[in-house]
């Protein structure tokens, strides 16, 4: 069966590789010290940003930090969404996979709009 | 041994636990074929990782939205997070999170083919590179919340990561 | 007289002709230390059971024949020595995710079609007469590709890798590297051409990076590597063609 190994370049995955590796990059940066810091210690009793209401609005009213929560969060999205798609098989799930990869890209495409709708909306500074 | 037949015929199946002789498994892959060795378990638990990453990155989109809502809901949001269970999802969670920094960035040694002159950058010194990264980004995110949205500090901490 | 040292090496037996599966037969041999299991294999066949049948030739780590499975694991059985499992038993069985012809040997049809789609040879568009000379290569020229070019086609990465034990039309890791191998020589021209074939979902994008492969392999190619970089090469290109579609490729 070696007509599938000859339709030329796949057109589309580079594109989601592309979102996984910069997703996987930003979320092995910077994710665990937000969860230790923010939600860890945080908790604990160091003074973070995130614990306080007043510096949360002032530090997101920034639109370089929305930018940065974005992009953050939302490739975590296309990172989780692309991994998944290909554990599933892992498992044995070897079936319905345009299907599987619609759904995951899916998720991860409306998780990326809800961030922005999120990070959008915030409110400025008071003043 | 474990064999499956297949329409080409008999197939050994992936590696077994060393060990010695043991009676055949059933047709197919085995199906916990990531028990037969630690790498495969590991790999297993990496792609794992990004299930409890993208949560977290939900949760805490979730606590932003508490923002607008003014400041009750938002201390009320933040102190919802501090029960246990919210503790021990983040305590997992953070496992996953270093497993998949230690594991992605050891992997990024042996992407990119980079150059300086006429040389390779050997992979050692790039995934050097990426765990200095690692902890220059922590070291920044860590300053950035001990030191951002304080009124009497000027807008130049304000930077994004 | 004091008793030889002796190891016991289970051997997969399966002959189509009266098998309705493959079962194992137990075989002890004099063990010696400087011994590989190939030799065991071959001190059978030699002196206790002529009808074990297995495929090995050089004996030293560079034909690539006498991959099986040696408890477990893909291994070259001339590299495998038996002191590192003695007094233990030594199972030996065929390697994995290949189709079962007899005993120890297995079809390899499949990957050698795979071979062939990369082709892994030197694409010209055009050929240097040859009174011009040879073509000439600097050693950071050669350095490019040389780690992908020591693959003997020993198809121990193919047993290791879960994607293609599932997957069977992943391209698989040795194609993989030795189509990159020839996209990296400086001499060659037909990286387009391959990449209609490795940049495919049977090919690059189908592996998820376990990395067994690597870690199997008894020439240090890295195949997992050089799927990584053609990995990161073609989605680099991808994108800057999305940027700069008036650019080549």
Request: charged letters at 20%; proline letters at 6%.
């Amino acid at each position: 069966m070696t007509t599938s190994h000859d339709q030329g370049p796949d057109r589309t995955e580079p594109f989601w590789w592309g979102l996984f590796a910069a997703g996987g990059g930003l979320t092995a940066l910077f994710a665990p010290a937000h969860i230790l810091f923010q939600h860890l210690l945080g908790p604990g009793g160091l003074p973070a940003a995130t614990a306080n209401y007043q510096r949360t609005r002032a530090l997101t009213a920034n639109p370089l930090v929305r930018l940065y929560l974005f992009a953050l969060t939302s490739l975590s999205f296309f990172h989780w969404a692309h991994r998944f798609r290909y554990y599933v098989m892992d498992f044995g799930v070897l079936g319905a996979r345009r299907a599987i990869a619609a759904l995951c890209y899916g998720s991860a495409i409306l998780g990326a709009l809800g961030a922005a709708r999120t990070l959008i909306r915030l409110p400025g500074r008071d003043e | 041994m474990s064999y499956a037949r297949t329409e080409k015929g008999w197939v050994r199946e992936i590696g077994a636990a060393p060990a010695g002789y043991r009676p055949a498994d059933q047709p197919g892959l085995p199906s916990a074929w990531w028990r037969l060795n630690r790498r495969y378990t590991l790999y297993m638990w990496r792609e794992m990782s990004s299930v409890f990453v993208a949560l977290w990155s939900l949760f805490f989109l979730n606590q932003l939205n508490q923002v607008r809502r003014g400041e009750a809901a938002y201390e009320a949001s933040v102190a919802a997070r501090r029960r246990p269970a919210w503790i021990a999802f983040h305590a997992v969670t953070l496992g996953f999170a270093i497993v998949h920094s230690v594991t992605f960035l050891l992997a990024a040694g042996k992407g990119p083919t980079l150059r300086v002159g006429d040389r390779r950058v050997p992979e050692r010194a790039v995934a050097a590179g990426a765990f200095a990264g690692w902890a220059g980004a922590s070291l920044l995110v860590l300053l950035v919340l001990l030191l951002g949205g304080r009124r009497d500090t000027d807008e130049a901490e304000g930077a994004a990561g | 007289m004091a008793s030889e040292p002796t190891i016991t090496i289970i051997a997969a037996r399966y002959s189509p002709e009266h098998d309705a599966k493959p079962r194992t037969q137990s075989y002890t041999i004099p063990y010696r230390e400087d011994m590989v299991v190939l030799d065991g294999l071959n001190y059978i066949k030699s002196y206790v059971d002529g009808s074990l049948t297995f495929r090995w030739s050089c004996r030293m780590g560079i034909c690539g024949s006498c991959g099986m499975t040696v408890n477990g694991v893909p291994t070259l059985t001339c590299a495998s020595f038996l002191r590192d499992f003695y007094p233990g038993e030594v199972v030996v069985e065929p390697l994995a995710n290949f189709p079962l012809i007899r005993d120890l040997a297995i079809d390899m049809t499949d990957f050698m079609e795979k071979l062939k789609l990369v082709k892994p040879w030197i694409i010209r568009e055009d050929e240097k007469p040859v009174a011009q000379g040879p073509y000439s290569q600097t050693p950071s020229q050669l350095e490019a590709y040389d780690q992908y070019s020591a693959c003997i086609n020993c198809m121990l990465c193919y047993a290791a890798c879960p994607v293609y034990a599932m997957e069977p039309e992943f391209l698989g890791p040795a194609a993989i590297a030795l189509g990159r191998r020839y996209n990296l020589d400086s001499r060659d021209q037909g990286a387009l051409e391959r990449l209609r074939v490795l940049a495919t979902s049977d090919g690059i994008w189908d592996c998820t990076f376990v990395g067994e492969c690597s870690v199997v392999c008894p020439k240090n190619v890295d195949p997992a590597k050089a799927i990584q970089q053609t990995k990161v090469d073609t989605t680099m290109n991808w994108y800057k063609n999305l940027v700069l579609p008036w650019g080549r490729r």
